[in-house]
T-cell receptor
């Protein structure tokens, strides 16, 4: 059973600070990883995808992947109250239908 | 691009009745559709994977006779919750895989099902 683990939080950060979200995964063969943001009562929206070891930056967001440690993280710089949501880490199967397995999510609260 | 339209956004039904949820890909062909269920304060749990023109593959513990999935065309997949019970009340979300850079996944807006 493939697993994606996240701390459920809540993680509270002041406005303007850096929020750091972490995720570990069990399938050493996984190649593709995603971070989604989900507001309460809404469906997830993709923030970033990452496939290679190292960092990937997009605006205020930076995803980091370490395949040796089976670890994925998401940094949010200059956090805004509108960033308050649940952040879901996900991995994609390398074979078959390439289904996506989600972590339980980390709730982020950005305090004004 | 890569938009999935999901309907209805919410539905209330009586115990024992059936409810159909539709997901349509508007600007691409969705050969594969994933159906998820999310209970309050929990993550998305994959229920089944469907491919156009073939039977759906259900995850362990999901009753295929209760959750009927039809993926008859490249733009439409449906999930029917048969003989619904209050414990089926949940947020149901579809997700389609589309060809983009290294494949992408787009989500429908979700359906809040309440069984009374």
């Amino acid at each position: 059973q493939k697993e994606v683990e996240q701390n459920s939080g809540p993680l509270s950060v002041p406005e303007g600070a850096i929020a750091s979200l972490n995720c570990t995964y069990s399938d050493r063969g996984s190649q593709s990883f995603f971070w989604y943001r989900q507001y309460s009562g809404k469906s997830p929206e993709l923030i970033m995808s990452i496939y290679s070891n190292g960092d990937k930056e997009d605006g205020r967001f930076t995803a980091q992947l370490n395949k040796a440690s089976q670890y994925v993280s998401l940094l949010i710089r200059d956090s805004q109250p509108s960033d308050s949501a649940t952040y879901l880490c996900a991995e994609r199967d390398s074979g078959g239908y390439q289904k996506v397995t989600f972590g339980t999510g980390t709730k982020l609260q950005v305090i004004p | 691009g890569a938009v999935v339209s999901q309907h209805p956004s919410w539905v209330i039904c009586k115990s024992g009745t059936s409810v159909k949820i539709e997901c349509r890909s508007l600007d691409f062909q969705a050969t594969t559709m994933f159906w998820y269920r999310q209970f309050p304060k929990q993550s998305l749990m994959l229920m089944a994977t469907s491919n156009e023109g073939s039977k759906a593959t259900y995850e362990q513990g999901v009753e295929k006779d209760k959750f009927l999935i039809n993926h008859a065309s490249l733009t439409l997949s449906t999930l029917t919750v048969t003989s619904a019970h209050p414990e089926d009340s949940s947020f149901y979300i579809c997700s389609a895989r589309y060809r983009g850079q290294n494949y992408g996944y787009t989500f429908g807006s979700g359906t809040r099902l309440t069984v009374v």
